[in-house]
């Protein structure tokens, strides 16, 4: 039952906490310290690095730790066509806490241009995997709709936003094929929208905005379903659906109920890494939605949010529920989520980090 491809057994969500050295090398580059060669140098070490430490602790997957991004999703997005950064009037509100206050706008007609950096991040990290697989991971399409909605989307150039999602579905597509172009075969969706949609408080904004949460639903999955259209058959996509993740808070909770049946039912991608970590998750019963046969998923029972380990035994126990939802043929894990969706990191060492990858290694070896 042990998984040679993607998903592995003993899978990863991708980021990695940022070793000094990064953090040091960022601040001299946005001081004017050092260029971006000098940057990218430092950079490239790291990430050889945690590449190295990735298989080091036993696992089959790479990914570069996201080290070059300081955040997981707007990095991306400001490499696209058509998308503008802007400062916005205050950070995303966690749980107690804000994150810097970053935006993104859509200003012109969306594309994936050929030359986005993180084509050239790719093909770096796929030079130095060795015999491991690397990973890419990018934002979902949703994110790029879901928090700003219509009013940061120039309305000129998308008076009709069924527009908008058709070119924000090719735009994606093309980004699909492209980064398979440069060799990838494992390519990894990070979506915090369907979280939301899972949360009561989080649907009440959206409808005091005017928006259908349920609406919202079936054209986020439309979308990427148009995204995945042709995919090739050699290249696996996971969508990973994320709580919150910076500096050990949260932002949504409610289990996968309220989305399962159109998430886990109708969305064509190859495997769900799906949060478990804590209660605000819910139970495993939505997991009966999910696809028999190829279909995984990849239960995150190992949190990242704080350094204490796991009992091996209960994770066992957990992994044993899940399996009467669905096949454990079909089930994979992970830590829920990365250790430093942003630069900033979660509040745990280095060596906690590497001793949760340890442990996701050794029980999927003692499972499967």
Not at 147 to 174: C, N
């Amino acid at each position: 039952m042990q998984r040679e491809t993607a998903p592995f057994r003993a899978d990863t969500v991708g980021s990695f906490l940022r070793p000094t050295a990064i953090k040091q090398a960022r601040e001299q580059f946005a001081a004017g310290e050092i260029d971006a060669a000098a940057l990218r140098q430092v950079e490239d070490e790291a990430i050889r690095d945690v590449v190295a430490k990735q298989r080091e602790n036993g696992l089959k997957v790479v990914t570069d730790g996201e080290f070059r991004r300081g955040w997981w999703h707007f990095d991306f997005f400001y490499g696209l066509n058509g998308v503008e950064r802007y400062e916005a009037e205050q950070g995303i509100q966690f749980n107690g806490v804000q994150t810097k206050a970053h935006g993104v706008k859509v200003v012109s007609k969306l594309g994936f241009p050929a030359d986005h950096p993180m084509l050239a991040h790719f093909r770096f990290l796929q030079s130095i995997a060795g015999d491991a697989v690397p990973k890419m991971t990018i934002p979902s399409p949703s994110v790029l709709h879901f928090r700003g909605g219509r009013k940061v989307i120039d309305a000129e150039v998308y008076p009709d936003l069924a527009d908008y999602f058709d070119d924000l579905a090719q735009t994606y597509k093309a980004a699909i094929q492209a980064f398979y172009d440069a060799g990838c075969r494992y390519l990894q969706l990070d979506d915090t929208v369907w979280a939301y949609l899972c949360s009561e408080d989080q649907k009440r904004d959206i409808r005091a905005r005017g928006d259908d949460p349920d609406q919202l639903a079936q054209t986020y999955a439309q979308v990427l379903n148009k995204a995945l259209e042709g995919k090739p058959a050699d290249l696996t996509v996971g969508l990973h659906v994320c709580r919150g993740n910076f500096r050990s808070t949260w932002i949504s909770e409610g289990g996968y109920g309220p989305v399962a049946e159109i998430l886990f039912g109708s969305v064509n991608v190859d495997a769900f890494f799906l949060e478990y970590d804590n209660a605000r998750s819910g139970g495993f019963e939505p997991l009966r939605y999910i696809k028999p046969g190829h279909q995984q998923v990849v239960l995150g029972l190992i949190t990242t949010k704080v350094g204490e380990l796991e009992d091996p035994a209960q994770v066992k126990n957990r992994l044993e529920e899940a399996a009467q939802y669905v096949s454990l043929d079909q089930i994979c894990l992970s830590p829920q989520c990365g250790f430093a969706s942003t630069e900033e990191g979660n509040s745990l060492t280095e060596a906690q980090q590497w001793q949760k990858i340890r442990l996701v290694v050794d029980i999927a070896n003692q499972v499967w």
